[in-house]
């Protein structure tokens, strides 16, 4: 699998746009990128996920370059229950493993 | 719909004891996935079933660390006997198939049990 490379940590203002970056160089033309979150103490959760498009669901939106290279997770509006670990997963379809690195610990602050 | 059941949620063992977390995944999803999570890092797969199969156990320390899904819905994994390095949050999660599309890859996490060894 691809693996992914995220900032360590990332700051943003409450109702802000949170934008948080993954690099994936090594991506495969059939690798998919995932996104994941982890509220402390809590399971991870799935946010979203995409090949080639951007993709927009009510929790996010992702933005994938045209090589693929990287991507950008987009909250549109961060609330305080958005703090979290926000892990960025390369995925080749089919090949079933989900290698999750450290994520991104994301700060809301107000 | 329920979720991802786990238990228990916290356990306190000394090393060389041995330790046993269940599992019991969201009706009808046929894959099952167990994660360790060492803090401050991210969730490292175990095992993954496929039904009542093992489809990845390559980081499954097999020394120690046993997994079964007898019965294709919940499963048990066993630690024995237990090192102070295995003190985690073992985490189970189930998605609907991992062999099919993409779109039923979405994982559901239980909330874990956290494991001290002392």
């Known amino acids: 699998d691809a693996k992914t490379t995220q900032p360590p940590s990332m700051d943003c203002a409450e109702g802000r746009a949170a934008n948080l970056p993954c690099n994936h160089s090594?991506?495969?033309?059939?690798?998919?990128v995932y996104w994941y979150r982890q509220i402390h103490s809590q399971g991870p959760q799935y946010i979203i996920h995409?090949?080639?498009n951007n993709e927009t669901n009510e929790m996010a939106s992702l933005i994938i370059t045209e090589d693929r290279k990287s991507s950008t997770l987009i909250l549109p509006h961060a609330t305080l229950r958005d703090t979290a670990v926000y892990y960025c997963?390369?995925?080749?379809?089919?090949?079933?493993?989900?290698?999750f690195g450290s994520g991104t610990k994301l700060n809301v602050k107000p | 719909e329920a979720g991802v059941a786990q238990s228990p949620r916290y356990k306190i063992i000394e090393k060389r004891q041995s330790v046993a977390f269940w599992c019991n995944p969201i009706?009808?999803?046929?894959?099952l996935y167990w994660y360790q999570q060492i803090l401050g890092q991210g969730p490292k797969l175990l095992i993954q079933?496929?039904?009542?199969?093992?489809?990845?156990d390559s980081q499954l320390p097999k020394d120690r660390f046993s997994a079964e899904r007898l019965k294709g819905v919940d499963s048990t994994l066993k630690i024995q006997p237990a090192k102070l390095e295995d003190s985690a949050v073992y985490l189970c999660?189930?998605?609907?198939?991992?062999?099919?599309?993409?779109?039923?890859?979405?994982?559901?996490f239980g909330p874990g049990t956290r494991l001290t060894v002392t």
């Open positions: 997963i390369a995925l080749f379809y089919n090949f079933n493993k989900f290698y």
């Open positions: 995409g090949l080639k």
């Open positions: 999660a189930s998605s609907l198939d991992q062999t099919g599309p993409p779109a039923l890859y979405e994982q559901y």
């Open positions: 079933f496929q039904n009542n199969g093992v489809v990845d």
């Open positions: 009706s009808g999803h046929a894959t």
């Open positions: 090594t991506i495969s033309g059939n690798e998919y």
